[in-house]
């Protein structure tokens, strides 16, 4: 049967993605009250063009049929929801408009909606924010799930002078929640050891199990500080704490456990700096972020139920997340929480912006016309909590970045072949969907310009190109812009996730440099020929005279360097240039029954390259020399 023409001005059917056949004219050609969506730019493009005549027939038979199936249906069939249980979805908006009929009481009763919950939000942040002070040790010091005490490698200067007092301090902290997760993505040495994709936690309880014991708590200076108080059972991880930590100065026994979900890393030798949480101090302040969590999600939901009007409905819900992102659940790692409101409101301003754009061709198609309140809001908005609580749900998926380093992490490869299997049918199906409103041609004008741009900025010499997950939802966000379930889940999880990446890191560049993306990892640079140690292991306490151990080096020195950085224990011990004329290092022990290790780099100026691996003299006086490689 030939498809009925349509008159000028006559609207095509629309395709209910819930009918049983998508050629019945009942299921699709239903009368709607609300137009459907204007035509955006993206719809506007101009479609691909014909294949030339000196094409051969045989190949335009082909591309005539490929065309002919990416064109879809004609005429083209736009989705469109038809909601399970009408009468319950369509209760809470008819429920308004039978109390509140006139469009001034509704706008009075949204401004008073805002109000309120402005105002349950700010008492929450402000309890957990700020705390009351702790004793004698006054206002508790916000720390970040990073902070510690020591600095990697020659970070706190020679001898650790730069990073004292090493002991008889104390002062009180606050810990926000969530720091269990918070591991480390590069080789980290301690001692021998390479630490990595953990917690870099180094020692625990001395005495008994641990379990009620803070006291007996010793934890090496480099430790993270939340890490290790979440550990030592101090302060929880699910609502973080306050209390007072104190500096003890040298130590020499670090042990391995297990407690509260993180597995400490064992340290045979002795370290400058070393700390334990005091009991009794601790506070009962709390991160009250699932408290917040409880405010904004009622507010929204009761939003999303009682709204029919997307222009009312997304600037509201992206508001009030992205200052639930950006204050609460996901802040940026900062210490003063002045600066922390701050640069949230510097952040909103361009998002805002962004969300226009996406309201205008992607949001406003899906949600314009819908009557499902309770489908819009378990799909979308649910979608969108998910995404923008990223640091919970997607954040343990084991791949931070797709480098080849990072895929080294356990699990990241099953996961990045799950992944990509997930967005090739994700994109199959949006493909289908697209093809069906006949708008497929035209979206696929639209993501190969995307292609050819991210290809051309590959080939950008000396950078690197990272998707971060903002930019990958403002990549994918366009192929959700039509009014079916899954586009309803899709579209809310990228939108989430757009506001998750700026709320909490920013308008990061697309192209970064090698040295953005190291971070911390190795430099690459050339490391220090190390010749076999000369080890003197006479012993006589009462004359002072102790074992110690000379090392010299090989000159010249490689290119670009002028001198030598020496570590004893993972602190720097000794630093000397060529032009001092110091060829050699010579190290008293200083503890007959510990071991100790030694790493070696390079320096230029003040900056030191690479560290060797590290190299053990055993406590029966012998030497075990480096692996290969930095450390």
């Given at each position: 049967?030939?498809?009925?023409?349509?008159?000028?001005?006559?609207?095509?059917?629309?395709?209910?993605?819930?009918?049983?056949?998508?050629?019945?004219?009942?299921?699709?050609?239903?009368?709607?009250?609300?137009?459907?969506?204007?035509?955006?730019?993206?719809?506007?493009?101009?479609?691909?063009?014909?294949?030339?005549?000196?094409?051969?027939?045989?190949?335009?038979?082909?591309?005539?049929?490929?065309?002919?199936?990416?064109?879809?249906?004609?005429?083209?069939?736009?989705?469109?929801?038809?909601?399970?249980?009408?009468?319950?979805?369509?209760?809470?908006?008819?429920?308004?408009?039978?109390?509140?009929?006139?469009?001034?009481?509704?706008?009075?009763?949204?401004?008073?909606?805002?109000?309120?919950?402005?105002?349950?939000?700010?008492?929450?942040?402000?309890?957990?924010?700020?705390?009351?002070?702790?004793?004698?040790?006054?206002?508790?010091?916000?720390?970040?799930?990073?902070?510690?005490?020591?600095?990697?490698?020659?970070?706190?200067?020679?001898?650790?002078?730069?990073?004292?007092?090493?002991?008889?301090?104390?002062?009180?902290?606050?810990?926000?929640?969530?720091?269990?997760?918070?591991?480390?993505?590069?080789?980290?040495?301690?001692?021998?050891?390479?630490?990595?994709?953990?917690?870099?936690?180094?020692?625990?309880?001395?005495?008994?199990?641990?379990?009620?014991?803070?006291?007996?708590?010793?934890?090496?200076?480099?430790?993270?500080?939340?890490?290790?108080?979440?550990?030592?059972?101090?302060?929880?991880?699910?609502?973080?704490?306050?209390?007072?930590?104190?500096?003890?100065?040298?130590?020499?026994?670090?042990p391995s456990s297990k407690h509260h979900g993180i597995e400490s890393i064992a340290f045979d030798s002795y370290f400058p700096l070393s700390?334990?949480?005091?009991?009794?101090?601790?506070?009962?302040?709390?991160?009250?972020?699932?408290?917040?969590?409880?405010?904004?999600?009622?507010?929204?939901?009761?939003?999303?139920?009682?709204?029919?009007?997307?222009?009312?409905?997304?600037?509201?819900?992206?508001?009030?997340?992205?200052?639930?992102?950006?204050?609460?659940?996901?802040?940026?790692?900062?210490?003063?929480?002045?600066?922390?409101?701050?640069?949230?409101?510097?952040?909103?301003?361009?998002?805002?912006?962004?969300?226009?754009?996406?309201?205008?061709?992607?949001?406003?198609?899906?949600?314009?016309?819908?009557?499902?309140?309770?489908?819009?809001?378990?799909?979308?908005?649910?979608?969108?909590?998910?995404?923008?609580?990223?640091?919970?749900?997607?954040?343990?998926?084991?791949?931070?970045?797709?480098?080849?380093?990072?895929?080294?992490?356990?699990?990241?490869?099953?996961?990045?072949?799950?992944?990509?299997?997930?967005?090739?049918?994700?994109?199959?199906?949006?493909?289908?969907?697209?093809?069906?409103?006949?708008?497929?041609?035209?979206?696929?004008?639209?993501?190969?310009?995307?292609?050819?741009?991210?290809?051309?900025?590959?080939?950008?010499?000396?950078?690197?190109?990272?998707?971060?997950?903002?930019?990958?939802?403002?990549?994918?966000?366009?192929?959700?812009?039509?009014?079916?379930?899954?586009?309803?889940?899709?579209?809310?999880?990228?939108?989430?996730?757009?506001?998750?990446?700026?709320?909490?890191?920013?308008?990061?560049?697309?192209?970064?440099?090698?040295?953005?993306?190291?971070?911390?990892?190795?430099?690459?640079?050339?490391?220090?020929?190390?010749?076999?140690?000369?080890?003197?292991?006479?012993?006589?306490?009462?004359?002072?005279?102790?074992?110690?151990?000379?090392?010299?080096?090989?000159?010249?020195?490689?290119?670009?360097?002028?001198?030598?950085?020496?570590?004893?224990?993972?602190?720097?011990?000794?630093?000397?240039?060529?032009?001092?004329?110091?060829?050699?290092?010579?190290?008293?022990?200083?503890?007959?029954?510990?071991?100790?290790?030694?790493?070696?780099?390079?320096?230029?100026?003040?900056?030191?390259?690479?560290?060797?691996?590290?190299?053990?003299?055993?406590?029966?006086?012998?030497?075990?020399?480096?692996?290969?490689?930095?450390?």
């Amino acid at each position: 049967m030939a498809p009925q023409a349509l008159d000028d001005g006559q609207r095509p059917p629309e395709y209910r993605d819930d009918a049983t056949s998508t050629v019945d004219s009942e299921a699709t050609a239903i009368n709607n009250a609300v137009p459907p969506y204007d035509c955006d730019d993206i719809d506007e493009l101009p479609a691909p063009p014909d294949a030339p005549k000196y094409v051969p027939k045989a190949v335009q038979r082909v591309v005539n049929s490929v065309a002919a199936w990416v064109k879809g249906p004609q005429p083209p069939r736009p989705y469109k929801i038809t909601p399970f249980f009408p009468a319950i979805q369509e209760a809470p908006p008819r429920l308004l408009n039978k109390y509140l009929p006139k469009r001034k009481q509704k706008a009075w009763l949204l401004v008073a909606f805002y109000a309120l919950w402005l105002l349950c939000f700010s008492l929450v942040l402000r309890k957990s924010a700020f705390s009351t002070e702790i004793g004698e040790y006054g206002s508790p010091t916000r720390l970040t799930c990073l902070s510690r005490f020591w600095a990697d490698n020659n970070g706190c200067g020679l001898n650790g002078d730069d990073c004292r007092p090493f002991g008889n301090n104390s002062f009180a902290f606050r810990c926000p929640a969530n720091c269990k997760r918070v591991e480390v993505f590069n080789p980290h040495a301690v001692g021998d050891q390479e630490v990595n994709y953990r917690p870099l936690v180094i020692g625990g309880p001395t005495e008994g199990d641990g379990q009620d014991n803070v006291g007996s708590t010793i934890y090496r200076g480099d430790s993270f500080i939340c890490g290790s108080a979440i550990h030592a059972g101090f302060v929880s991880n699910k609502a973080g704490g306050c209390g007072v930590v104190s500096r003890v100065g040298t130590q020499s026994n670090f042990p391995s456990s297990k407690h509260h979900g993180i597995e400490s890393i064992a340290f045979d030798s002795y370290f400058p700096l070393s700390y334990t949480f005091l009991e009794g101090t601790d506070s009962q302040c709390k991160d009250l972020r699932w408290s917040l969590f409880a405010v904004s999600l009622t507010f929204t939901v009761l939003l999303s139920l009682f709204t029919t009007s997307a222009a009312v409905f997304f600037p509201s819900v992206f508001f009030g997340i992205f200052f639930h992102v950006a204050l609460a659940s996901d802040p940026p790692n900062l210490t003063d929480y002045h600066a922390l409101v701050s640069i949230a409101l510097g952040r909103f301003l361009p998002a805002a912006f962004c969300a226009f754009v996406i309201y205008k061709f992607s949001v406003r198609p899906t949600l314009t016309g819908l009557t499902a309140q309770f489908e819009k809001t378990i799909l979308w908005l649910g979608g969108c909590w998910v995404g923008a609580l990223n640091n919970y749900t997607f954040d343990k998926i084991p791949i931070q970045r797709l480098t080849p380093h990072d895929l080294q992490q356990p699990g990241a490869v099953p996961a990045l072949i799950i992944i990509v299997l997930c967005l090739f049918f994700i994109a199959l199906g949006q493909a289908y969907a697209l093809r069906v409103e006949g708008r497929l041609p035209r979206y696929l004008v639209v993501y190969g310009i995307m292609t050819l741009c991210i290809l051309a900025l590959v080939a950008v010499p000396k950078m690197n190109v990272r998707i971060h997950h903002y930019i990958l939802a403002l990549l994918l966000l366009p192929g959700t812009g039509m009014q079916n379930r899954p586009s309803l889940l899709y579209q809310g999880i990228l939108v989430g996730l757009f506001i998750n990446g700026i709320a909490r890191w920013g308008f990061d560049s697309i192209l970064q440099t090698p040295l953005e993306l190291r971070q911390d990892a190795h430099l690459g640079t050339p490391l220090p020929e190390i010749l076999a140690p000369i080890i003197h292991n006479a012993l006589d306490p009462s004359r002072g005279i102790m074992p110690n151990i000379t090392f010299e080096w090989a000159l010249p020195l490689a290119d670009k360097y002028d001198g030598v950085s020496i570590l004893v224990n993972d602190v720097e011990r000794f630093r000397a240039y060529v032009d001092e004329d110091k060829t050699s290092f010579t190290w008293v022990r200083q503890h007959v029954a510990l071991p100790e290790y030694f790493r070696f780099a390079y320096m230029n100026g003040r900056h030191a390259g690479d560290y060797t691996k590290a190299g053990k003299w055993t406590t029966d006086g012998g030497w075990k020399h480096m692996q290969p490689g930095p450390g």
